[in-house]
Antibody, heavy 120, light 106 residues
Framework: EVQLAESGGGLVQPGGSLRLSCVAS????????MHWVRQAPGKGLVWVSR????????TYADSVKGRFTISRDNAKNTLYLQMNSLRAEDTAMYYC?????????????WGQGTLVTVSS | DIQMTQSPSTLAASVGDRVTITCRAS??????LAWYQQKPGKAPKLLIY???SLETGVPSRFSGSGSGTEFTLTISSLQPDDFATYFC????????FGQGTKVEIK
């Protein structure tokens, strides 16, 4: 059974940093592109970032470019999102998600999410 | 950036109703359109991809159609488990989601 489990969320002050993790199981992690998607409370879904199998292709939404860094450790079946210079508008549930098709930003499995709250 | 506009924002329906949700793209996205269902406190679930392909395990009462800039999600006979929020997503150019359609009990 495919499972994605995020962790690392919490309350952080504006300007602070957090590192999110997503542990994958039930599939060959190294074969799949992975993504982060966020959802502010009561709002819609926003794609944040993507990374391919070997980290040679990485893309960010304009809203996080220069502040967030996506990475992965295929030996540990883990996806990461390093978030720096956090702002109030980064407050959201953060989901990791798996690409259904290589290179496509469309997701067949999602984690349960980890909540990030940016507030003083 | 490609904008996605869903309508309606909210829809009240009864069990057994036929329900249609529309999604319009600001430019052609070919057939790179997906539909997701989300229930409160849960992650989204993929229903339809490539505009009309049914994801494995999704009931056949869900169907999708369209190409270019206009797409629809149809639930042929609404079931109690279908009351949820539905999002469309374009993946022709990175990804953009619609604002969502909440299907409520009438």
């Amino acid at each position: 059974e495919v499972q994605l489990a995020e962790s690392g969320g919490g309350l952080v002050q504006p300007g602070g940093s957090l590192r999110l993790s997503c542990v994958a199981s039930g599939f060959t992690f190294s074969n799949y592109w992975m993504h982060w998607v966020r959802q502010a409370p009561g709002k819609g879904l926003v794609w944040v970032s993507r990374i391919n199998n070997d980290e040679s292709t990485i893309t960010y939404a304009d809203s996080v470019k220069g502040r967030f860094t996506i990475s992965r450790d295929n030996a540990k079946n883990t996806l990461y999102l390093q978030m720096n210079s956090l702002r109030a508008e980064d407050t959201a549930m953060y989901y990791c998600a798996r690409s259904k098709v290589v290179g496509a930003t469309m997701f067949d499995y999602w984690g349960q999410g980890t909540l990030v709250t940016v507030s003083s | 950036d490609i904008q996605m506009t869903q309508s309606p924002s909210t829809l009240a329906a009864s069990v057994g109703d036929r329900v249609t949700i529309t999604c319009r793209a600001s430019q052609s996205i070919n057939s790179y359109l997906a539909w997701y269902q989300q229930k409160p406190g849960k992650a989204p679930k993929l229903l339809i991809y490539t505009a009309s392909s049914l994801e494995t395990g999704v009931p056949s009462r869900f169907s999708g159609s369209g190409s270019g800039t206009e797409f629809t999600l149809t639930i042929s006979s609404l079931q109690p488990d279908d009351f949820a929020t539905y999002f469309c997503q374009q993946y022709d150019s990175y990804s953009t989601f619609g604002q969502g359609t909440k299907v409520e009990i009438k």
